[in-house]
Every structure is written in C-alpha cells, then in structure tokens.
C-alpha cells in the first residue's frame, strides 16, 4: 500500500523541473558549457523507470547532495544555508534523503 | 563623498551605539566592539546580504558556483582537490585564494547592500537569479585584478 503523501508533496512537474534545474547547475560549469539533454536523461534513468515519481525524487536528492558537495566551499555555510530545512523550503519533504545521499561522501562527516 | 563623510552617515546603522552612566550619572559613549576583519566575517556579510535581498539557499548555493567559476576558472571541489586544501574548510585554501574570496565578497555585498528593497520578481526563482547576476559581474570585475 502507498504511504500517505502529506497534502503539499510535490508535484511530479515541479520535481521534474527541480531535478533539471540542480542537474543544469551541476553540469553547467564543465567544459563548453553546454549542456546535453540526453545525457541528463540518461542520468535519470539510471535512478530507474523515468515514469515513476520514486526514480525522479531520487535522482533530485541525488543532485541535490551533489551540489551541496561539490559546491562546498564553507562548512558553516553548510550547515546555516544549505542543510537549514526549514518547512517552508521546498526541498524540505526531501531532507532525509538528501542528508543521506550526501552522507554517502567518504569524508562527508568531516566536511560537517 | 570621501569616507570619513561616508562613515559619519552611516556608522549607526554599521555598529549602532550605546551608552552607559559613569559614576556621575552622565551618559558615555561606549566605544564600539571592532575587530580585525578576516574572510570569515566578509563571507557572513556577503551572505547576509544575499538573504536580505530575498536570495533563498540556491541564490546563496548559485552564487559560490558563480563567483568560483568566474574567479578561478573552475568549481570549488576542484579548487579544494587541486591546491591540496580540506573540503569545507576555507582556512586551507592558500592564501591567494582566499584573498581572492575575500576581496570579491566584499565588493559583491557592497553591491547587493545598494539594491536591498530593490529587487523583485514573480518567482524566487527571478529574485535568485537576479542576485547571481550581480555577483557573477562583480566577480568579473574583481577577476580582471587577480594576476593569474
């Protein structure tokens, strides 16, 4: 059976959007800059079945972890900014799961 | 306008003032708690200034990418990887870079400051975007003075 989703889950669009926007974020700084569709969907589907709104959360708390890794210029910053869950946020039902994925990092623990 | 004139205006919103009764019960001024200003009090500044302008965690996550890409020609994690510094910890970073961080977040949150109750939008989105603009221009600039 389905887990109750809270009222304000987001909706499949919007996540779609988010996942693209951190991913265009993520890519946009390599090489020509240019960014390729296909590739991004190919990234996606790695998560799985691209019709399915479990592969796209997790292809978006993914990104999500990435870029607080990758972008991690200040540990304080980290923690005030990036990683301040308010409820008001819209990555806010995601939390878990991006603290998760950004643990995976070997040496996330010390970046903390 | 010189910056003792600047500072005259300016001051008690910069470090408001306070008093305290000596001994004779009249009013002194306090002398205001400065310090010596290092790249972590310019980096609160500049952040300050992106939330106070509207700027939500992307503005703030966008606007590093931005600033390191123009600055340095590359992301922080390779800024961190390629000159042997601890992810996460700015201190590690050597000291041109820093300097490099420092000095431009300085002048981008001067600017950010000069637009506060300016910017707006219909979307978080153009309010985000509208910030990153302004520090990826200051950014830049200031990178025109950096000598690699």
């Known amino acids: 059976m389905d887990k109750i989703k809270p009222l304000d889950a987001m909706k499949l669009p919007e996540l779609k959007t988010r996942a693209r926007d951190t991913w265009n974020t993520l890519n946009s700084w390599k090489g020509d800059g240019v960014l390729q569709p296909e590739n991004f969907k190919c990234e996606v589907a790695s998560f799985g079945d691209r019709r399915r709104?479990?592969?796209?959360?997790?292809?978006?708390?993914?990104?999500?972890?990435?870029?607080?890794?990758?972008?991690c210029l200040d540990s304080w910053a980290l923690l005030t900014i990036t990683f301040t869950f308010r409820p008001d946020r819209w990555d806010?039902?995601?939390?878990?799961?991006?603290?998760?994925?950004?643990?995976?990092?070997?040496d996330a623990l010390e970046i903390i | 306008m010189g910056f003792l004139n600047w500072w005259q205006s300016e001051?008690?919103?910069?470090?408001?003032?306070?008093?305290?009764?000596?001994?004779?019960g009249q009013s002194q001024e306090l002398a205001p708690p400065r310090k010596r200003v290092d790249?972590?009090?310019v980096f609160r500044r500049?952040?300050?200034?992106?939330?106070?302008?509207?700027?939500?965690?992307?503005?703030?996550?966008?606007?590093?990418?931005?600033?390191?890409?123009?600055?340095?020609?590359?992301?922080v994690d390779e800024l961190y990887q390629g000159t042997g510094a601890k992810r996460g910890r700015r201190n590690t970073l050597p000291q041109a870079a820093q300097e490099a961080y420092m000095v431009n977040e300085s002048l981008s949150a001067n600017q950010l400051e000069q637009l506060e109750g300016t910017i707006g939008g219909d979307s978080q989105r153009d309010v985000n975007e509208h910030i990153q603009s302004v520090v990826k221009q200051q950014s830049q600039r200031t990178r025109k003075w950096l000598p690699w």
């Not at chain 1, 592969?55 to 890794?69: D, E, G, Q, V």
């Not at chain 2, 503005?59 to 020609?73: G, H, M, P």
């Open chain 2, 39 to 41: 790249g972590a009090i």
């Open chain 2, 46 to 75: 500049f952040t300050k200034a992106i939330q106070a302008n509207g700027g939500d965690e992307d503005a703030y996550q966008n606007s590093i990418v931005e600033e390191t890409r123009e600055l340095f020609d590359c992301v």
């Open chain 2, 11 to 24: 001051k008690d919103e910069l470090e408001g003032s306070e008093t305290q009764m000596d001994l004779l």
């Open chain 1, 92 to 106: 806010y039902e995601y939390r878990h799961q991006i603290l998760d994925e950004f643990l995976k990092y070997p």
């Open chain 1, 53 to 71: 709104r479990d592969t796209w959360i997790k292809a978006l708390c993914r990104f999500r972890a990435m870029l607080a890794y990758k972008s």
